[in-house]
């Protein structure tokens, strides 16, 4: 599966990260089995943005990067996703930054976080912050705070919606390092990814 859309693609964003971390040989595998300039985005553990005030986040963000350190330049951007129940915590998001210690893409669903003060937080990281597309979530403002971006592409987009999409992200490429853009984890997510790249 992966040889298939390592062929097609330039990068893939895997959840299944969120619930448990990849294996180091695992990792040196998928990367030995990729060709140059392909990319992994991994989503960070949900311990680390999901877990109660008791548990060590830094720590097990630290872990993260520890452990995701062996793709070197294949490891992408390290999406953080944010829970719709956990508002604005500012120290934390910093103490998370610190130790992850790696660009990171910095997805909210309460919309507390979408403030002037959170976005200069994620410029002194590089981080960018996640625009997501989804009806059950705000969406982010397109703000540039680090060298790429990053899109979570949620719907079932109509051509004229998917051609919009494209339209703008391709403009938008053309001024940065890099632009993230992953679909739903659905039947027509890899067909809309592919069109997309295509879209040039």
């Not at 089995?33 to 985005?41: A, I, N």
């Not at 989503?43 to 872990?63: I, M, N, Q």
Request: glycine share 6%.
């Amino acid at each position: 599966m992966l040889e298939y859309y390592a062929a097609r693609l330039n990068g893939l964003e895997l959840n299944g990260s969120f619930y448990h971390l990849p294996t180091s040989s695992a990792l040196l595998a998928w990367a030995s089995s990729s060709p140059p300039g392909f990319q992994f985005c991994f989503k960070a553990p949900r311990g680390v943005t999901y877990s109660g005030a008791a548990f060590d986040k830094a720590g097990l963000a630290a872990l993260t990067r520890q452990r995701l350190d062996v793709l070197g330049a294949k490891l992408g951007p390290v999406l953080l996703q944010w829970p719709p129940t956990r508002p604005r915590q500012d120290e934390l998001l910093e103490e998370v930054l610190q130790a992850l210690a790696v660009p990171a893409a910095v997805e909210f669903r309460h919309p507390s976080w979408f403030c002037q003060a959170v976005y200069a937080r994620l410029q002194d990281h590089a981080c960018a912050l996640v625009v997501t597309d989804d009806e059950k979530w705000p969406m982010a403002p397109r703000i540039e705070t680090s060298g790429f971006s990053y899109y979570r592409l949620r719907r079932d987009y109509s051509p004229i919606q998917f051609s919009d999409w494209q339209r703008e992200l391709w403009a938008e490429a053309r001024s940065r390092e890099s632009v993230h853009i992953y679909f739903e984890h659905s039947a027509g997510g890899p067909a809309r990814a592919l069109a997309m790249l295509q879209g040039a």
